[in-house]
C-alpha cells in the first residue's frame, strides 16, 4: 500500500522553449538595467601646503572623482549628476627621525547648516613617530548618514574635513551611474583641454593645498 505524504507537492514551473518560466501561461520578464552602477578608485596627491581641518565641498569632489568630458578647449560637461563616496583613506609621509607625523579625516558637521541638515563629526586620525611608517587612516559613512547618500555634483555642501601634511595621498572610493538621460551639469571653466578627454580636476583648497590627481589619469 502506497504511503500518502501530507504535504502538497510543490510543482516548479514549467520553461517555454526559451527557458524562461512559465506560469498559467504569462511569461514574465525582468526590467533591463539601462544604466549601472561604476565603482572606482582616485589618489589625489596632496602639494604646495599643509592641511589642518581643512574643508572639501561636495562641488570640489564633483570635479575631482567622476570627473567631466571636455566639450570644447574651454568648457567642459560632468559625466553624471550624482556621485556617492564610499571610502576615503588618507596616508601621511613617514617622519624623519625625532620627527612625528599626523593625520585625520572627519565628515563636516556642517553638511548644509541652512537646510538643517548635518552628518555626525564622525572622525578617524592616526600619527607615527616611526621613519619607515606612514601615519593611515581611512573613513567610511554610517548607512543612515548624509555623507552616505548620493551627491549632487554641484551641491555647495560640506563634505569633508582633513589634516594633512604635504606628500599625503587621499584615496577615494566612488560610486556613479554614467548618465546619458536627460540633460548633464555644465563642468568647471578649463583652459587648452582636448574636446572628447575625460579630465579630472586639480583642486586648490581655501588653505592653500593643491589636490592633484595620480599621474595616470588625466587632470587639467
Known amino acids: 500500500m502506497k504511503k500518502t505524504s501530507s504535504k502538497k507537492s510543490q510543482r516548479k514551473p514549467r520553461k517555454a522553449a526559451n527557458g ?108 607615527s613617530m616611526e621613519p619607515d611608517r606612514p601615519a593611515y587612516c581611512k573613513l567610511t559613512p554610517d548607512e543612515e548618514s548624509p555623507a552616505n547618500w548620493f551627491q549632487n555634483i554641484t551641491s555647495a555642501n560640506n563634505f569633508l574635513v582633513f589634516t594633512a601634511p604635504i606628500g599625503s595621498i587621499l584615496e577615494f572610493t566612488y560610486q556613479h551611474y554614467i548618465d546619458d538621460s536627460g540633460t548633464i551639469n555644465t563642468g568647471p571653466t578649463i583652459v587648452a583641454a582636448t574636446p572628447g578627454v575625460i579630465y579630472h580636476k586639480i583642486v586648490t583648497l581655501s588653505g592653500g593645498m593643491v589636490l592633484t590627481p595620480h599621474t595616470s589619469v588625466n587632470s587639467i
Do not use: E
Request: hydrophobic letters at 45%; proline letters at 6%; glycine letters at 8%.
Open 20 to 127: 524562461i518560466p512559465r506560469n498559467h501561461g504569462i511569461i514574465h520578464l525582468a526590467p533591463i538595467v539601462m544604466q549601472t552602477m561604476v565603482t572606482r578608485k582616485i589618489q589625489y596627491l596632496c602639494l604646495t601646503a599643509n592641511a589642518l581641518n581643512q574643508v572639501v565641498t561636495v562641488a570640489q569632489l564633483g570635479m575631482m572623482l567622476p570627473g567631466f568630458m571636455a566639450i570644447t578647449t574651454v568648457l567642459g560637461g560632468f559625466i553624471t549628476n550624482q556621485f556617492r563616496i564610499v571610502k576615503t583613506s588618507l596616508w601621511s609621509p613617514p617622519p624623519a627621525i625625532g620627527n612625528n607625523t599626523a593625520c585625520s579625516l572627519k565628515y563636516a558637521d556642517t553638511f548644509n547648516a541652512t537646510a538643517g541638515i548635518s552628518a555626525p563629526s564622525k572622525m578617524v586620525g592616526d600619527c
